[in-house]
């Protein structure tokens, strides 16, 4: 069974892998690595189809010793032990390098029968995972490696491999410009993903009478059929739009953030949406604009009722009108400072003026005897300790900067000061 071309023409030196060149242009720290034959246990942290498996062979290769690969979707402890039992039995004392793909599909205890065998030497690990290996990996393996992080690769760099890869083919390919761009673009930054569409096209695609298969731009758009979105909704990557599509809310760059809430539209992830625009309407507009809450509320009620793709309307209107909202977070930033004090044990009894006093015997307990009923008063306010005694003074809510917040805060100071 022939393999597929990713693999057939998989890079068998650092010079010729594409992308990363933030760790393996000559003179960074993986590239030193890898040259230098000695390799410690690592963990390759990136999207599927950047380099994570070449690079691994590459430095099997330098170092001289037997790679060994396992993927942790379907491989057990048995399988690690089996493993130790021939490197052990049959090649020496150099050692082997194991390849473990997927290394946060293994639980706690599969990742712990690593330990032993790194610690001695007898393996050097080399783990790769889509997934932010902070969140997913134990501490024990990551406390013994060192991780290193890849990237999408580039859409110019995908056309290298591109235009390499249809030289490596058993006849003449002609790959037009706007083709390769277009296979490049929608690949999102995943070389296997744009070297698979290639080689369906040509698949695809009848040689001419010169026996030449010529690749346009009509042809890479039917193989692609759609832009490639790389959206996991369990995922790093779900989190990491989630986290830009606030930052650009907070941000006040409303471009910013239909690009993400476009992301999140095309993986018809509408829960998630729904959630996060409640939660920056109260944590970064806040104060500075009430009515967003209300506004944004009504529009996710409207995108619920409506559904997809007819929910993108109410969305965008959301999140335009966020984003262009003053700002503030002056309720989140108080309510904080108060949950601090709570679980730092900080509370104090309740003043017995504030307490329950609508039952017999309250009275006698001294439970809201010299309470002062504020609407009884010019203004509706009067002054009397709410606090604590052991937090009297203690200042959670500080006015923001926002018109709004600032206008609250002249009225309450001309009433407080009478």
């Known amino acids: 069974m022939r393999s597929p071309l990713a693999d057939r023409i998989r890079p068998q030196s650092l010079l010729d892998v594409v992308g990363q060149k933030h760790i393996l242009s000559e003179g960074k720290i993986l590239y030193n690595i890898i040259q230098s034959g000695d390799i410690p246990n690592m963990i390759f942290y990136g999207p599927s189809g950047t380099g994570k498996t070449t690079v691994a062979n590459i430095a099997a290769k330098n170092a001289g010793k037997p790679l060994y690969k396992l993927n942790a979707t379907n491989a057990s402890v048995s399988d690690i032990k089996a493993m130790l039992q021939e490197a052990e039995t049959m090649l020496g004392a150099d050692g082997v390098i194991l390849y473990l793909d997927e290394i946060q599909n293994f639980n706690k205890k599969q990742q712990q029968s690593l330990l032993e065998c790194i610690e001695n030497g007898k393996v050097t690990l080399i783990a790769s995972t889509t997934e932010n290996p902070y969140f997913y990996i134990y501490n024990a393996i990551l406390s013994r490696s060192t991780v290193f992080e890849f990237y999408g690769v580039e859409t110019g760099e995908i056309k290298t491999a591109l235009y390499r890869a249809k030289e490596k083919l058993d006849f003449p390919i002609v790959l037009e410009e706007d083709a390769a761009e277009h296979i490049a673009a929608t690949a999102c930054g995943d070389v296997r993903k744009a070297l698979n569409a290639l080689e369906v096209a040509v698949m695809a695609t009848a040689p001419d009478e010169n026996q030449n298969v010529t690749i346009t731009l009509n042809i890479a758009e039917a193989v692609t059929m759609k832009k490639a979105f790389r959206h996991d909704r ?5 989190y990491d739009v989630l986290s830009a599509f606030q930052k650009s809310v907070r941000g006040s760059d409303p471009d910013g953030a239909l690009h993400y809430l476009a992301r999140l539209v095309s993986a018809g992830d509408l829960q998630s949406i729904c959630r996060r625009i ?5 944590e970064d507009i806040g104060l500075a604009y009430p009515n967003a809450i209300v506004i944004t509320k009504s529009c996710v009620d409207a995108a619920l009722q409506l559904g997809f793709p007819e929910a993108r309307i109410p969305l965008a209107e959301a999140v ?3 984003a262009t909202a003053p700002k503030s977070n002056s ?12 679980e730092s044990g900080k509370m104090g009894d309740i003043p017995a003026h504030l307490k329950d006093a609508h039952y017999s015997g309250a009275k006698k307990l001294g439970h809201g005897i010299d309470y002062k009923y ?9 002054k009397q300790q709410y606090l604590p005694d052991t937090l009297k003074n ?4 500080i006015y923001g900067d926002s018109k709004l917040e600032q206008q609250t805060k002249a009225y309450w100071d001309s009433i407080k000061e009478k």
């Open 234 to 238: 369990d995922g790093d990557s779900h």
């Open 278 to 282: 409640l939660v920056m309407a109260a």
């Open 320 to 322: 335009v009108m966020l």
């Open 331 to 342: 309720a989140i930033c108080a309510i904080d400072a108060a949950l601090s004090d709570i």
């Open 374 to 382: 504020p609407h009884a008063y010019p203004n509706h306010y009067v």
């Open 394 to 397: 203690k200042k959670y809510y």
